[in-house]
Nanobody, 121 residues
Framework: QVMLVEAGGGLVQAGGSLRLPCAASGRTFSTYAIAWFRQPPGEEREFVAA????????YYADSVKGRLTISRDNAKNTMCLQMNSLKPEDTAVYYCAARLGVVTTNQYEYWGQGTHVTVSS
């Protein structure tokens, strides 16, 4: 089992950057595929990005490709979402998530509590 805690949300102007770290508990973090999801106001939660257990393979939603970067540090039990060139439509609650084994764009078992990101125009 793994517990996840996000940080780093806040208010930023369009075109700006934010870094969202996520700390994970547990001794087997490296066996979990990890991902970021987001839920915009009044909308359903959606996939943003994912990375494989070893950190080599990354996957992104089309809407964030080239602007957001997912990474992980298995030695420190941490993951991160670097967000650049932010747009107002990136406004959402962002969640980090984990699942054992193979990376997917859905069906994650463990979730953080979420962190709010607001991008002003």
């Amino acid at each position: 089992q793994v517990m996840l805690v996000e940080a780093g949300g806040g208010l930023v102007q369009a075109g700006g950057s934010l870094r969202l770290p996520c700390a994970a508990s547990g001794r087997t973090f490296s066996t979990y595929a990890i991902a970021w999801f987001r839920q915009p106001p009044g909308e359903e939660r959606e996939f943003v990005a994912a990375v494989t257990t070893g950190g080599v393979g990354t996957y992104y939603a089309d809407s964030v490709k080239g602007r957001l970067t997912i990474s992980r540090d298995n030695a420190k039990n941490t993951m991160c979402l670097q967000m650049n060139s932010l747009k107002p439509e990136d406004t959402a609650v962002y969640y980090c998530a984990a699942r054992l084994g193979v990376v997917t764009t859905n069906q994650y078992e463990y979730w953080g509590q979420g962190t709010h990101v607001t991008v002003s125009s």
